[in-house]
């Protein structure tokens, strides 16, 4: 199926005149879509793109219009692999979790603080580094494609900031 054109996306705004992205989330894909304040979307994708200029317009389209399509495809993923039985909710599994990242000793609660030894603190950056190893290597074994590299400094940025004092 071909792709439909980035300017079928673009919205001017009679008010403003400014320019947005805004385009339809299929329903079966509409959990997997949240705004950045961990909000569902809704029914739509809908982002200004602050511009009256067509030609950014059409650059910023085109960076929100991959950040969708990335989406899509991750959705796909997940829902490939998800188990169809699990009818937890986002925050039951967000608590599932943190529960496991307790019992693995590597929660941020746990972390060292820069009041202790350094060997405490690269014992935790250690065993932090092997359960996001082991992390990637389910991912590669069940046939996630990372869209990105999943880095520590997202993950843990404040064990970096510790240790960091510590030197």
Known sequence: MAQP????YLNLSPKTKTYSYRRRIPAKYKIHFLKSDGKLRG???NESLKTKSMSIALKKGSEVNTRFECNIQLAKQIMAVSNEGDVRTRSQKTKQVAENFRLLGIHPDQAPTILESEEAANKFISKATEAINELRDYQEKVGLRLLGSLKMKYILPMIFIKK???E
Request: charged residues 30%.
């Open 5 to 8: 054109k980035l300017q079928n």
């Open 43 to 45: 029914n739509e994708w």
């Open 164 to 166: 960091c004092k510590l």
